[in-house]
């Protein structure tokens, strides 16, 4: 599999990222290939816009029915919103990825 160069978020995720608001980011298997350490190019979904870049901290298989209150934190949300945007996002999916990240200043 091709290394991941970049990642993608919603723009209106733009600003709780670079606030550190918002640490973690939940996947599906085809972005699971992340590794820590690794540092990248973080861009909007919409636009293909550059807005930071972010390091990996730690890649992690998690359960659709494991998710609680600890990660909808620390996506700044809440958790039934947090469960409503994944089964927007990735409809039926049980087997997601938690990905932790942190910003890169400068
Ligand atoms: C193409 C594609 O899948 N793009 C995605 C997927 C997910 N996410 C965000 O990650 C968290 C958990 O999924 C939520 O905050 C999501 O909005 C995102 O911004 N962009």
Not at 70 to 93: D, Q, T, V
């Amino acid at each position: 599999m091709t290394p991941m160069s970049s990642i993608s978020f919603f723009e209106r995720f733009e600003a709780d990222i670079l606030s550190g608001r918002k640490t973690i980011t939940l996947r599906d298997e085809s972005e699971s290939g992340l590794v820590p350490g690794q540092e990248l190019p973080v861009v909007t979904f919409e636009q293909g816009r550059w807005f930071c870049d972010i390091r990996i901290l730690a890649v992690t298989p998690l359960a659709f029915s494991e998710l609680d209150e600890e990660h909808a934190r620390a996506e700044n949300m809440s958790l039934p919103e947090l469960k409503l945007l994944i089964g927007e996002i990735y409809p039926g999916l049980e087997q997601l990825y938690l990905i932790r990240f942190e910003l890169l200043k400068g």
